[in-house]
């Protein structure tokens, strides 16, 4: 990456933005354009733009993502969108000679019910999770995009799947983020108002893997210097926790010691999304945040980016 164009499609999201932070480390010059300059979407807009561009290395880390609500409520919006992104940058990467590109999946990409922990060549053996399937189904198409354009073309396009992430940038929207975000606002909120419980939903039975965005970020980079090969490579920690045993995590960081209780009318998705690291692990990484450490800074995170916005303060 030493003097290239490194161009992170996706610059003001949560992953976007660590990569930045990590990327401002390294002898690189970086390139990024809004939506509102350029529409991922649009392939008019993308090509242009690639072609007076030309970045050298580019991280894909632009997508629709939300929560199990949201993948199930814009189902149209998540299949469309995706695929659309992914087709745009992959085939612009093509035509204007980029020499690298790291585009990043996600653990919804494996079967509902298959082997934990999750290996990469789990893919395609199996049902899809259906409140995440139309963005899984996307993902797929992205990496086997890759994957195509390797074996046809030559091209040192990867793909990464990162478990769920958190962390500063996140979106605490109350229906439609992702379970960490979702539970650091209601406990945070709660401890506020001096609410008695706070509703988790589901059953608080699936199990799930946390990673802090900025190991993710780290973890990018280190495969974008190191890596090549059409195999995918999954990202995360090795570990994972119940919803009901995460809710303590959180609530305790927070400092929210009213009661917890489950509302099973919402859905629990995936029992399990536990992802098999020894990929990884052989290529010379692995994550340095703990669960503990990593809920806390993102709850930093959100006070100091809700007192940036103007929203409700803790009470000194
Ligand atoms: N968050 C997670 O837990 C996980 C994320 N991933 C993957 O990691 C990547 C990053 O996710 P994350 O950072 O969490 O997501 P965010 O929603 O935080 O960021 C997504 C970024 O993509 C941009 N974007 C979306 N659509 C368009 C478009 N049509 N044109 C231009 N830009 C667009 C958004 O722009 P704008 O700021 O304008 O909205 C935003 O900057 C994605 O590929 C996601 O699928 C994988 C597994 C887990
Ligand atoms: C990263 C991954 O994220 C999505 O999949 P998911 O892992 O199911 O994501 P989630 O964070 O929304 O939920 C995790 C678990 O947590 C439970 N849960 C409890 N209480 C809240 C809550 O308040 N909000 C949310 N969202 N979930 C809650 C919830 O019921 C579920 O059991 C994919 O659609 C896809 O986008 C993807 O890539």
């Keep these: 990456m030493k003097g290239k164009s490194v161009y992170v499609a996706g610059h003001r999201g949560m992953v976007g933005g660590a990569l930045l932070r990590r990327l401002a480390q390294e002898d690189a010059k970086l390139v990024t354009t809004s939506r509102s300059e350029v529409d991922l979407c649009n392939q008019a807009a993308v090509f242009d733009w690639f072609a007076k561009t030309r970045p050298q290395v580019i991280f894909l880390a632009a997508a629709k993502v939300g929560g199990i609500v949201a993948n199930n409520t814009l189902r149209a919006e998540f299949i469309y969108d995706n695929i659309a992104i992914a087709a745009n940058v ?8 980029a020499e690298k590109l790291m585009f990043l999946g996600s653990s919804c990409i494996y079967p509902k019910l298959a082997a934990q922990p999750l290996r990469e060549d789990s893919m395609l053996t199996g049902p899809l999770e259906p409140t995440n399937e139309p963005y899984a189904i996307a993902k797929i198409a992205g990496i086997k995009m890759a994957e195509a354009y390797r074996s046809q073309y030559g091209s040192d396009f990867v793909s990464v799947m990162p478990t769920n992430l958190y962390g500063p940038g996140d979106n605490y929207h109350p229906e439609y983020s992702h379970v960490v975000a979702a539970l650091i606002r209601r406990f945070h909120e709660a401890k506020l108002s001096g609410a008695a419980n706070v509703v988790v939903w589901g059953t608080g039975t699936p199990r799930r893997e ?5 190991d993710m970020a ?83 995170a959100y006070l100091a980016e809700s007192q940036a916005k103007g929203l409700s303060q803790p009470h000194a």
């Excluded at 946390?210 to 900025?214: A, E, G, I, S």
């Design 218 to 300: 780290d973890a990018c980079v280190h495969l974008m210097k190191t890596y090549s090969s059409a195999e995918l490579v999954n990202v995360g920690t090795g570990e994972d926790i119940t919803i009901a045993e995460f809710a303590r995590v959180v609530a305790a960081a927070v400092g929210y010691r009213g009661e917890i209780s489950f509302d099973t009318s919402r859905p629990d998705g995936t029992p399990r999304k536990l992802l098999d690291i020894s990929r990884l692990d052989k290529l010379g990484w692995r994550a340095k945040t703990s669960l503990e450490d990593g809920i806390r800074r993102a709850y930093t």
């Design 90 to 97: 992959i085939h612009a990467a093509h035509l204007n000679g």
């Design 210 to 214: 946390f990673l802090y965005v900025d």
